[in-house]
């Protein structure tokens, strides 16, 4: 490879890192326009900017940079250099305006609003997310952790004094299945075909579950089904 390749691969391999890394400067680009929505529509500056970085890498996406769509909206677009099934928009102020107009026009996220204020950057993600905003559990406190990395609660503008509502991240736990054990007491004249036949099962089932190798049966013995 000469000197002059290796150069110009270098060159380009600093700008993509330096592509990727960009968060402060989109932070800088994009939060007069957060701003700007929190004062209309009373919705964080903080939990839009923290969406949109984590929704678009900070700009760095495809559907960012190719259809302008910075929070992941889905819908139709015109866009001949990407096959997507993300919508278009003009610019990235566009985008911004519509994902608020998400969250004031449609069920459910337009009860967050009588929820929680501008400065409740958590109960917002949190409520996003349960409105179904995202499939991923751990969304918001993916946004949650950008919010605090990045200081975006200083562009909420929160008063003074202002005590943080405190919340404790949701738990999600798998749900166990547990089966309770069905026991059936053995009549006289019972056998396992009979039992099978009244419990909706099988003899093979019946004798596995019970570890019984005979079919004999004795009167008041329980059995499992």
């Avoid at 400067?25 to 500056?45: E, T």
């Avoid at 059936?184 to 093979?204: C, E, F, H, P």
């Amino acid at each position: 490879m000469t000197k002059k390749i290796f150069t110009f691969c270098l060159f380009l391999l600093t700008g993509i890192i330096a592509k990727a890394q960009n968060t402060e400067d989109y932070i800088a680009a994009h939060v007069a326009c957060a701003q700007g929505l929190m004062h209309d529509h009373k919705i964080p500056a903080s939990v839009i900017l923290a969406v949109a970085i984590h929704e678009s890498a900070a700009g760095n996406s495809k559907i960012a940079q190719h259809l302008n769509n910075h929070f992941g909206v889905k819908g139709p677009n015109n866009n001949a250099e990407i096959r997507s099934s993300y919508r278009d928009y003009l610019n990235a102020d566009e985008s911004y305006s519509h994902f608020v107009e998400i969250m004031e026009t449609r069920e459910p996220f337009n009860n967050l609003f009588g929820k929680y204020d501008q400065y409740d950057y958590k109960g917002w993600t949190y409520g996003i997310r349960r409105c179904g905003y995202a499939h991923s559990r751990s969304w918001a406190s993916q946004v949650i952790g950008l919010i605090k990395k990045y200081e975006l609660y200083q562009y909420d503008e929160r008063p003074e004094g202002y005590v943080e509502p405190v919340y404790a991240a949701p738990v999600h736990r798998r749900a166990k299945n547990k089966r309770k054990t069905k026991l059936y007491t053995v009549k006289s004249g019972d056998n396992l075909s009979i039992i099978a036949k009244k419990k909706g099962t099988t003899v093979k089932s019946l004798m596995q579950k019970n570890g019984i190798r005979k079919a004999n049966l004795k009167p008041g013995q329980r059995i499992k089904f």
